[in-house]
């Protein structure tokens, strides 16, 4: 038995970053993950000698005032050296016309999308009005959705003007954007869009809501940026644990968590886990709970029978999507020259595919050869209703249907493949223990989105919810923002109101 004043559940970015910043500032904090490294979706595993990012393979963030560059700083940690991408993705809609630069540069980008969907520019006016609201919001640490007065405090404090005024999109839809600017009718651009908007927000552009579909439509120019880590995204994850030993938080590894009781003696939550060789308990005042909310129904059981409003909640949250994910390598030379690290681009017979290609001396490859990874989203129970030999001829067709996609999109020759593998919603689930290997947040559309989202705070005292379904956005930089978020509001229960980055 062990008693901590915080357990954290998943070393995650999310876990990693809430750990971080709570034991900065003096409370001890016991961190729990079932894998035997840090990093979750944000991780990366080796074959041979490649290094391959597990899902996310950009950062948002890095930036002066960016989340990870705030909170970084607080940590007194270095920045993990880093590129801006320029262009930020290529997208192609392989429909006959050019593929798409999404620039870096502002005023490179506004040239580029008149050209590209001409008569749009009141669309992306209206889009950057909002993105510039939103973010004077975001920067002010607003608490959302409110649950008490704290949080509606804070929500107060961090409006202004603007927000009012683009407060009556709340329940809008980038489609509605779209109508409002005469272009609903646009097939190319909301094709475009919908590429766009799937990466962000899980939902296209009749779902999306537009006050977070409008500030994601602008977070790869300046001044904020996507980035290309060195060394892979591994370090993001390697340079948060540093903090945490420095802060001396007890890392446990390889423990699966099997059980999280309010224990009604103590006063006090018990968080059982295990592993092959041992059984624990830790009992925490405090539980920051990061795997997905979909898991609470295993997790707390118990507590979530007495309380049927909030089961039924987590119960009908929509259902998030799984990704195909193709890892490959290949020589420098056996590819097309290329102008950006990231692509998307239609395909024939697939869903849209995401690329991300390895650079020269990034760690991922060694000199000559790149990685390319390519993935796309798919539902979850495709892959869970299948017996065995099934499971192996689809994914055996996945494999091969991508292979050749990527060939005839890249200029690849067949016989050029050094590596090739593919990963189901089956290995990201045993990789990550998110329920059906889902990946990436709840969709934000309006009915969930903002005021209407999943809380922090739960029904019960001491837990607290955070992660890539709470704070709006998928991505390290959504799930850092919903640390920082839960660790106010814990220190808020504390009495320590004045904590900010």
């Known amino acids: ?107 490179e980008w506004i040239k580029e999308r008149e050209k590209q969907f001409p008569g749009s520019s009141q669309f992306w006016q209206l889009c950057n009005l909002i993105h510039k609201s939103n973010w004077t919001f975001a920067n002010n640490n607003p608490v959302l959705p409110i649950k008490n007065f704290w949080d509606l405090s804070q929500l107060l404090k961090a409006l202004v003007p603007a927000n009012l005024i683009t407060g009556i999109l709340l329940k809008s839809t980038i489609f509605d954007l779209l109508r409002i600017c005469g272009l609903s009718k646009d097939a190319r651009l ?72 309010f224990d009604n003696v103590k006063k ?3 968080v059982c886990v295990s592993s092959k060789k041992e ?44 990704a195909v994910v193709f890892y490959s390598a290949l020589k420098k030379e056996h590819i097309k020259l290329i102008s950006s690290n990231h692509y998307q681009f239609v395909t024939n017979e697939l869903d849209p595919l995401f690329v991300s290609i390895s650079e020269e001396g990034d760690g991922r490859a060694p000199k000559g050869e790149i990685t390319l990874i390519a993935s796309l989203f798919t539902k979850t129970n ?33 016989e050029n493949w050094l590596h090739k593998e593919l990963a189901t919603p089956l290995g990201f689930e045993r990789w990550t223990n998110r329920p059906n290997g889902i990946v990436g947040g709840l969709g934000q559309n309006p009915d969930i989105f903002g005021l209407f989202g999943l809380s922090s705070r739960t029904p019960f005292q001491g837990l607290w919810l955070c992660g890539d379904s709470i704070y709006p956005g998928e991505g390290t930089a959504g799930v850092s923002q919903s640390a920082l978020m839960v660790a106010r509001q814990i220190l808020a229960s504390k009495g320590i109101n004045d904590f900010s980055l």
């Open 382 to 414: 495709a892959w869970f209703n299948l017996d065995k030999n099934e499971y192996v001829k689809k994914k055996s067709e996945y494999l091969q249907k991508i292979s050749i996609a990527l060939e005839n999109q890249f200029d690849i020759a067949s």
């Open 268 to 270: 006090t939550w018990k």
């Open 1 to 107: 038995m062990s008693k901590t004043e915080i357990v954290v559940v998943g070393a995650g970015i999310a876990g990693l970053t809430s750990a971080a910043i709570l034991s900065k500032l003096g409370l001890s904090v016991t961190l729990i993950e079932s894998h035997t490294q840090s990093g979750g979706c944000a991780g990366t595993f080796k074959r041979k000698k490649y290094i391959f990012d597990v899902g996310a393979t950009q950062v948002a963030g890095l930036e002066d005032g960016g989340i990870h560059s705030k909170i970084f700083n607080f940590l007194d940690i270095p920045i993990p050296e880093a590129s801006i991408l320029n262009p930020a993705c290529i997208v192609d809609l392989n429909d006959g016309s050019q593929p798409i630069p999404i620039w870096y540069e502002k005023n």
């Open 190 to 261: 909301i094709k475009f869009l919908n590429l766009q908007l799937k990466l962000y927000s899980q939902e296209d552009v009749y779902k999306t809501a537009a006050l977070y579909g409008s500030t994601v439509l602008q977070i790869c120019q300046q001044p904020h940026g996507l980035w290309h880590l060195k060394e892979s995204m591994q370090v993001l994850s390697d340079s948060l644990e540093d903090s945490l030993k420095k802060t001396g938080v007890n890392i446990v590894f390889g423990h699966k968590v099997n059980s999280i009781k």
């Open 279 to 322: 059984n624990l308990d830790y009992y925490a005042d405090d539980i920051v709970y990061t795997p997905p909310p979909q898991s609470l129904l295993k997790h707390i059981e118990e507590s979530l029978d007495v309380d049927h409003i909030y089961k039924n909640r987590i119960q009908n949250l929509p259902d998030p999507s799984g």
